[in-house]
């Protein structure tokens, strides 16, 4: 049974963190949780997600109508019940901005693996779905075929959308996959970046293996290639292939 309270608590936490970060500027973002088989906490429309109390937050059915809050819901909660109905593992959304995330996703530009070990272990291949306009079925499909097989995904042009059990472990993965594409640019500026060689990836795949962590957050970098529809290509960064 979950406790209402403190996840309205937890996803104003999270609305706060992004903001802060910078990964929501006005009134960007969404965040939602599965509250029962039923119905779906969600952030309004039109509110700064750095200043949300728990009596503004909506809550819907999974069509999307609004059963409770004073406030309107947000018009993407299209996009996180249809992920919810395809993952019933997950609980939690997280949409929102991240501009170094965001930037590779306007160049088209492949985030590359292969560079830092936790990024490897954690967060593995990350795609960038096509773009689609805002709003629409077609915005939430657009995602779907990454989210099934993996947890965080970067819309093109857009954003990111990951997803966790917990609100905050959905958003880890976003403040992770920021920060990551800002190392990426601030090393990349100093001239060079160093892949890892074969044996370094058989090891960490190995280290992956041994330590039991989900193997869903990214995605498999051969697969994700076949798959990368959106124009997406290593230009910048060329990661080595084995
Ligand atoms: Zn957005």
Not at 184 to 212: D, M, P, W
Request: aromatic share 6%.
């Amino acid at each position: 049974m979950t406790n209402l309270e403190q996840v309205k608590e937890e996803v104003c936490e999270i609305g706060r963190r992004i903001y802060s970060k910078g990964f929501a500027a006005a009134h960007d973002g969404n965040i939602s949780y599965r509250i029962d088989e039923n119905r779906v906490l969600c952030t309004p429309t039109q509110i700064c997600k750095g200043f949300m109390r728990p009596e503004d937050l909506c809550i819907v059915d999974m069509d999307g109508n609004q059963v409770s809050g004073q406030r309107k819901r947000t018009s993407e909660v299209r996009q996180h019940i249809t992920i919810l109905k395809q993952r019933s593992d997950v609980n939690a959304v997280v949409h929102c901005h991240p501009p170094y995330a965001t930037a590779f996703s306007i160049a088209r530009e492949a985030i590359p693996e292969h560079v830092l070990p936790e990024v490897d272990l954690v967060l593995g291949a990350v795609p960038i779905a096509p773009y689609a306009i805002p709003g629409g079925q077609a915005f939430a499909d657009a995602v779907l075929p990454f989210i099934q097989t993996g947890d965080i995904v970067v819309q093109a042009s857009h954003g990111t959308v990951s997803v966790g059990e917990s609100v905050e472990k959905a958003y880890w993965l976003t403040e992770k996959l920021d920060a990551y594409c800002q190392t990426l640019l601030i090393a990349r500026s100093l001239g060079r970046v160093v892949y890892f060689n074969k044996q370094e990836v058989e090891e960490l795949n190995a280290l992956k293996t041994q330590l039991g962590l989900d193997q869903r957050a990214g995605q498999d970098s051969q697969s994700l290639e076949a798959r990368h529809a959106a124009g997406v290509e290593h230009r910048a960064f060329t990661p080595p292939r084995f």
